[in-house]
């Protein structure tokens, strides 16, 4: 008794304020809390919203337990848009060939108040008019649905992508042994497949976790799908308080730069950038294979605008807790006794200002990755 | 991927290439070169070709439209008169991707047409920058297509990959009209006094342990993109704009920087699945973008006999009209299959036709060799009857 009394106390301790009252919320099912710190935080906020914390949100979550983050972000409605943001990325249903209609728009709502499974999701993304002009021809299309919805390679499944391009020309036949003769027949076959919940799980687990999926685990998780697509959700729970997403957040990528533009906008402005701003800027980014030099163009372009807001020089009374601050927020990561012992006597230069220290982070290859 | 935060100094610190500087880098890593990369090195180095524009014509081109209407591409129809024409080059009905791709790798790809992933195999950039020594800013990619087609400027084989990849321009991402406004709206950087430039130098050079990022050389990159958005780029219009956006960022590249090899990736003749007009429409356009850029090589006169053409289409288009009066790509006719390859420079023959079948994956080594590397792992081969 004394002892389970001590893991509650600890528990709540853990939790902070308000730890015990959450601790006992029925919708919290994962063992022992993972309290989030900078680089958990940051790393799950751009992993289930890609963007980083708003202040608030990071004063809000910072020591609370993993678990009861994804409790919340799981139902709100910002996790599903971007959700369906990454989907339509993958299809490459950007810009010009962004599906622009309401069965499509609802879809975040809907899979926050889980009205709708992914599986439904994608097979809507797949049937709006979008997907049929980014994809011209039964050649394309086909082509399209059997690479990226089931993960096959046309040229070793040449049979069925004639009987698929057939079928998409209105003519009958056996698509993955299922029959239909229509272009909606072929997509609500291909999508019904076991192969297309292959794809996703394991596409999905690679995006959250950023390894290959074990084998095993993967085949178990396609199982489960199946039975119930609602599953979805479940397992992207597990997915983040595994100790494989631990590694994630240790092992930092290259932030694609539609991440890189939200970080930037919400570390420097406080706010996320309309989607105009974002699609523009996007657009330019995509354009480059080295996009450092033009990162580092707009970053300076965002600081030297005067909307950012950073203390005067002699405001700072504590220069090593300003710049240990800006570490954290901006790094997710303390900095090293060397580097603040760098940037420390740098600051005290006169020509050095607050500018120059936002600069240089914002700028470094560090912080375009996440 | 590990994020490589070298990867980008490199590029900054390589785009700032001194002319002096580069020639006797190349002569030293000529002798260090192993044997069979020395002897191509060598036997470019006896060409008068010193720098190839090669075109990925792409977007699905039948010859029907270019060589089978002479009057839709008269700039081609020149070229080919001074040069040489391969009437039967071979593709692969890969999706656009993997066939643009399979010109640059000299192997056949098979990629998912949205497939945005690098390949596995060394890229012609990389095989130039490897063996002939070449710094990045000699290599350039300008392409129209977007993200996928960055996935162009290298590979990822163990021996190549980021460190020998092509500089990558998208003309329609970096230079659109929309983007430029938003620079407008914010602003331009302001430009930081010596001293401050050098303290965050040393800022940034603090940062994990890495090296200091040049500051001079940033602001050289940054002042090119600045000076391409205020020089019409971003205004260009029409049906073809972001092809015309590509030819006219490589126009700018090569008069200005004079890199070793220009690539441009075109696009937007893929229309012609909904439109067969707009198709021969923006080839067209194409064929005259591409006109300015000849004018202006032959105007510079450090280009103009030094200068190589290669241009040809990823693939065709069907033999006959869809449903919606376009061209789809995918009935495996000859219209689809084979295309024409044309060549012009210096070292090539003049007005000659060569009817043999060659192959799309024969421009790899060809380029290579022109510049002096050798594409060991490409299955193609030098195109025949090329030269003089």
New interface residues.
Partial sequence: MRAAALALALFGLAFGAGGEARAQEASTEAAPARALDDAALRAACFDLLGRPPLEAERTAWLGRGRHEFLDHWLSQCETWSHWVEEQLYFFLLIDNFRPENERVEELPALLATEKLDVRTAIHRIALSPSFDQRNPGADTFVTVVMEQLNGLRVQKNVRELEVGKGMYDGRPGMFFGKSGSTQADLLRIAIDDRSFVQQLVAREYRRIVRTEPDKAELALNVRRFQRDPAVFRALLREWMLSVAWDARVRSRTNAPNRIWIEALYVDLLGRQPLPEESRRLRTALDGLSDTGPLRSVLARVLIDSGQVKLPDKAEIEDPTQWIAGLFTRLLGRVPSTEELRTFVTVFHEPECRPHTVLYALVTHPEYQTY | ???N?D???E??SS?ASDRRAFVLGAAAGALALPALGRGSLLAAQERKTKHVVLVAFAGGVRTRETFGAPSNVPTLEALAKEGVLYKRVKSS???HFGAALSIFTGISE?R?????ARGGDPTLFEYVRKDAGLRASDVW?S?SG???Q??F??GLHPDYGARY??????????F?A??K???DA?????AL?A??AE??G???G?????SAGSVED?AR??KY??DELTSGTADIRGANAADAKAIRVARNLLVLFKPKLVSIVLQQADAA??SYNGYVEIVRRNDEALGELWRAVRADQELRDSTAFVILPEFGRDADL?SRR?L???DGSNDLEYVTATCWGPDFARNRIVEDDVQAIDVCPTVCELLGASATKARGKRLPKLFA
Avoid: C
């Fill in positions: 991927m590990p994020h935060p990867r980008s100094l590029r900054v785009f009905n890969l999706g098979a998912g047409i949205r497939e945005n990619i392409t977007g993200a996928q960055t996935n400027s290298y990849g092509a500089n990558t321009v998208d003309g329609d991402g970096l659109n929309e983007f406004s938003i620079l914010w602003g331009r950087p302001k006094p001293k401050e303290l965050l040393r800022l940034r603090a940062i994990g342990g890495g940033s990159i940054e993109i600045l699945h909904g869809n376009g789809d790509h995918g």
